[in-house]
């Protein structure tokens, strides 16, 4: 018996509604949720990466912490991670992402352990606790329910392909092993893109028209 696979998504977080998570977590007291929203719409990370997990040992042995920790960010607030998925070193500067520093002016970095805690339990969130709590925000940020949590991602690639016309420069943000995987998340029908090569080869021609006069 085969069944029908289920559709793709074809929802993106985008600038507007990121920012506004930001401050809404903020002004209810829980600016981890934007944060994490932030550090993914502009890195790329997958949510389980940032937030982290609890892992069980080999044979026996106690539980081992995955995902970003105080150790993972310099004094100079650079970011350095290895994904738990496809195994890909990432660095960023998460000075020059407006996103995260907006959501840094209410959300302070622990300088140990895990740096993603839920302000009502002192821990690390469990995923299904963050994205309960997410729910909470994004009405009172206005957000539609459309929006979840995982589109951030997705919004982080159909944004990188909006600016730069460039799918492999989204792989790359998205610590994608192939530009098919990237198309899954980009939420855009090409107009855009078509426009922006439109402009380039028409700057070409007026190059190659100046050159022969």
Aim: net charge positive; glycine share 8%; proline share 4%.
């Amino acid at each position: 018996m085969r069944f029908e696979q289920p559709k793709g998504r074809s929802v993106a977080m985008t600038y507007d509604h990121c920012l506004a998570i930001i401050r809404a977590s903020a002004a209810m007291g829980c600016p981890s949720i934007g944060f994490v929203e932030a550090l993914k719409f502009e890195t790329g990370l997958r949510r389980i990466d940032v937030i982290g997990e609890w892992m069980p040992g080999d044979a026996g042995q106690p539980f081992h912490w995955r995902g970003l920790t105080a150790g993972n960010i310099s004094k100079d607030l650079i970011l350095t991670i290895e994904t738990s998925k496809t195994h890909v070193g990432v660095v960023r500067d998460l000075t020059v992402l407006p996103l995260v520093v907006e959501a840094m002016k209410a959300y302070a970095l622990p300088k140990l352990g895990p740096v993603v805690i839920n302000e009502e339990t002192g821990k690390p969130y469990y995923d299904n606790r963050y994205t309960k709590r997410f729910a909470r925000v994004r009405e009172t940020a206005g957000v539609p329910q459309y929006v979840w949590s995982m589109d951030s991602r997705a919004g982080a690639v159909t944004e990188t392909i909006a600016a730069t016309g460039s799918i492999e420069r989204a792989r790359d943000l998205a610590t994608h092993t192939t530009a098919k995987m990237t198309e899954r998340y980009a939420r855009s029908n090409g107009l855009e893109e078509a426009r922006q090569v439109a402009e380039a080869r028409e700057k070409l021609r007026q190059c190659n028209a100046v050159k022969r006069v």
